[in-house]
């Protein structure tokens, strides 16, 4: 495989334009009908997206879980100046269909283990669905085989899905967090 080659948002969002080569098998689970539950925000809204969470040992997320443990760890940690070496042992695929929802939120849940966050998108044959960050003022519109990476303190939310059903798997890069000073961007290099 050639080199993956990240680009850079606001706050430091990596987006890795076709890093799913492949999505096919994990689409393919996604589109099970069984096994789905509610999300978190099952208890705010009942109008909530769906989940299935998957061990990353299944070989349909091999692919998935290579990309994870080496280029998207090596990318965050060389971005950051970090030198994490885990991830979270699942996947969870979440379905979102027009008129669900998740509101915004941080994925940390107040866990120091969850350095980032790890959205793949599956397909890109339905309408809105972009990942917003309020605060940074940044939209990642979705299509299928990008792959975004996020400090997992960041607020986001999906943006309403207006026809269709969208998919993402999403998983998280672990570590212990030694303090604020980790987020801060980097000064450029001349």
Same mark, same amino acid.
């Given at each position: 495989m050639g080199a993956l080659t990240p680009v850079e948002g606001a706050g430091g969002i990596l987006e890795f334009p076709d890093a799913l080569t492949d999505t096919q098998a994990l689409l393919d689970l996604a589109r099970e009908p069984d096994g789905w539950q509610p999300t978190a925000n099952a208890s705010v809204t009942d109008k909530h997206a769906n989940m299935r969470t998957l061990e990353m040992t299944l070989p349909a997320l091999a692919p998935y879980r290579a990309l994870v443990e080496g280029r998207l760890l090596d990318a965050a940690n060389t971005?950051?100046? +970090?030198? +994490?070496?885990?991830?979270?042992?699942?996947a969870h695929l979440v379905r979102y269909e027009p008129g669900q929802m998740y509101p915004p939120h941080f994925d940390h849940l107040g866990t120091p283990e969850r350095f980032f966050t790890v959205i793949g998108y599956l397909n890109d044959d339905y309408q809105g669905g972009a990942t917003v960050f309020p605060d940074l003022d940044l939209r990642i519109e979705p299509r299928a085989g990008k792959v975004a990476v996020?400090?997992?303190h960041?607020?986001?939310?999906?943006?309403?899905v207006t026809s269709g059903t969208k998919y993402v798997a999403v998983t998280f890069l672990l570590g212990r967090r030694p303090g604020p000073r980790v987020f801060r961007l980097p000064t450029p290099r001349p």
């Open positions: 971005r950051w100046g +970090l030198a +994490l070496r885990e991830h979270l042992p699942q996020f400090p997992s960041y607020c986001h939310y999906p943006a309403d």
